[in-house]
């Protein structure tokens, strides 16, 4: 069982800044990413990171988010730069490993206000 713990979720306005992080319980081989689900609409990969740094985004997030990770504190982050009012939804942290299985964490609401 692995334990995922979300932070930094709130309110801000259209071009503005949010960074998201996510603690794991466990600090094995995984691939860590975010998903993010608005309102009527299917969840949907934001960006991930394997552990040894190979990252993938969104085309929607491409030049604007940046995912990181920090393999000794076990966490994973999103900064989000030039959020726009699409960015809206509640974005929840994954983690993945071979062996382990998928996990998700309880997910935190990212709202972009005009």
């Given amino acids: 069982q692995v334990q995922l713990v979300e932070s930094g ?3 801000v306005q ?3 800044s949010l960074r998201l992080s996510c603690a794991a ?3 094995i081989f995984s691939i860590m990413g975010w ?3 608005a309102p009527g609409k299917p969840r949907e990969l934001v960006a991930r990171i394997t552990s040894s740094g190979t990252m993938y985004y969104a085309d929607s997030v491409k030049g604007r988010f940046t995912i990181s990770r920090d393999n000794a504190k076990k ?3 999103l900064q ?4 726009k009012l699409e960015d809206t939804a509640v974005y929840y942290c994954n ?3 071979l062996g382990f299985g998928n996990y998700w964490g ?4 990212v709202t972009v206000s005009s």
């Fill in 9 to 11: 979720g709130g309110l």
């Fill in 14 to 16: 259209d071009g503005g």
């Fill in 25 to 27: 319980s466990t600090s």
């Fill in 35 to 37: 998903y993010r689900q």
């Fill in 75 to 77: 966490s994973v982050y």
């Fill in 80 to 83: 989000m730069n030039s959020l």
């Fill in 95 to 97: 983690f993945w490993a």
């Fill in 106 to 109: 309880q997910g935190t609401q």
